[in-house]
Structures are given as structure tokens and as C-alpha cells.
């Protein structure tokens, strides 16, 4: 699984280093810096008690000042079945040491079949996963019968743990594409002067430059776009 994996980062610009505890993936420019660790396990108690090892490990390879705020582990786990663990996972991903955390579960048969079926369609894993997921078919066999079919649940799981998967929504039918039709009603409704006030203020701005910001120099600035019956 941790192969199928790195492709994926591969694929979505990220460049890998091997480390004796997993695949260090690592995306840089002038405006973005992120850091995912990722290793296979196949005993999560350990993964808490063995994070600083993990953290210390990488911050080795990588060094430098933006690493701590911005590095991510990726846990994968194997399992039969998908009953209690949960709460297991929960514990880890909430866990608000050294890294952020997310677990992605799987059954090697979901994964042998994900496997099969990109290889039927001579495809990669980003391409399958960016094209699949948005198919009507392929959603109702998910929540027809979560985490017990071939490999679609699976998918489900990737695209919610891994951010960078992009969701390619098209316009179909002569309905309009969706994050448009969302923007309209955003513009068109009482909260049009906070978007683009957020927009102007906060999207045009790097992860560090936001960490920097007092809270109280947040609060202010959006107070100035409410009106006064808001405030």
C-alpha cells in the first residue's frame, strides 16, 4: 500500500526521500511549504509513543525553520475487518503533538482490486482516484454498502485523508458547475462583503503570515464587515 502511495504524492507534485521509518514527501515554492511523513504500521498503539522518533527523523533530513508548523504523518493500517478500531484512530488523529495526524484504514483485498482496476484502465492512481470519485456508480456502491465492496470505499477514505486530490467538477446537463453556482449564492446573499473581504485580506496571504496575525487583529478586521446590527 505504501507504494501505491508514494505514487500518488509522486504524481501530485511532491518529491520523495526514503527514510528507514517510511517516505518522506516534500512540496516546496515561494508561497507553500508541507511535509507528510508516511509510514505503515501494523500496530497502532505504537504510533503515539514512537512520534517523536518519526518527528525527529525527518526535521533530520529536512532542517529548516518552516518544518515543525507544517509537517503531516500519514499513518497506514491494514486490517480485517473495520470494527473497533475507531475510537483508536480518533485518539491518534487528535493528538496534537509534533504532528498533524490522519490514519487511513484498508483490507488488502480492497487494495489487490484498486490495483487491478487502475491497471485495467492503464491509468494512474491520481488520475483513477480524481476520476472515479465524483462517478454517481461508483458512490452508490459506497454507500450502499460502506467499507464492504471491491475498492470504492477505499477511495472514498484516500480522497478524505490526502487534501491534494482534486475534486473535477465539470458542468454537466446544463447545470453549472457547482463551485460557480456556490460563489453566486455567496455573492448574491447577505455574506457576499465577507467573502470577498476574507478573500482580499486572507487567501492572497502564506501559512506563516496567518500564524503571525494576533488574534485580536483577526477579530478587528472582520468586525469592519458587519454591519451594526451585527456587531
Do not use: C
Not at 483513477?128 to 475498492?151: P, T, V
Not at 476574507?198 to 496567518?210: A, G, K, L, T
Request: charged share 25%; no cysteine.
Amino acid at each position: 500500500m505504501i507504494t501505491t502511495i508514494n505514487n500518488l504524492f509522486s504524481q501530485l507534485g511532491f518529491i520523495n526521500s526514503e527514510l528507514e521509518i517510511g517516505s518522506l514527501h516534500v512540496f516546496e515554492d515561494i508561497n507553500k511549504r508541507t511535509y507528510w511523513l508516511i509510514i505503515e504500521t501494523d500496530n497502532l498503539n505504537h504510533v503515539i509513543e514512537n512520534q517523536s522518533n518519526y518527528f525527529e527523523q525527518a526535521r533530520n533530513r529536512i532542517n529548516n525553520e518552516w518544518f515543525d508548523k507544517n509537517v503531516s504523518l500519514l499513518i497506514l493500517h491494514k486490517v480485517e475487518d473495520f470494527d473497533n478500531i475507531q475510537s483508536l484512530v480518533l485518539e491518534i488523529e487528535e493528538n496534537p503533538y509534533l504532528f498533524k495526524k490522519q490514519v487511513i484504514l484498508y483490507r488488502e483485498i480492497e487494495h489487490e482490486n484498486l490495483t487491478r482496476a487502475i491497471e485495467a484502465e492503464e491509468n494512474t492512481i491520481k488520475d483513477f482516484i480524481e476520476d472515479k470519485i465524483l462517478d454517481e456508480a461508483i458512490f452508490k456502491i459506497h454507500k450502499e454498502s460502506i467499507n464492504n465492496n471491491d475498492y470504492e470505499s477505499l477511495l472514498y477514505r484516500l480522497a478524505h485523508k490526502i487534501p491534494f486530490i482534486k475534486l473535477n467538477i465539470i458542468q454537466k446537463n446544463g447545470l453549472e458547475a457547482l463551485t460557480d453556482n456556490n460563489t453566486q449564492k455567496i455573492e448574491s446573499g447577505s455574506y457576499g462583503q465577507l467573502n470577498r473581504f476574507i478573500e482580499q485580506n486572507f487567501f492572497h496571504r502564506n501559512m506563516e503570515s496567518v500564524d503571525e496575525m494576533e488574534s485580536n487583529t483577526i477579530y478587528d478586521l472582520l468586525l469592519n464587515t458587519l454591519s451594526p446590527d451585527e456587531n
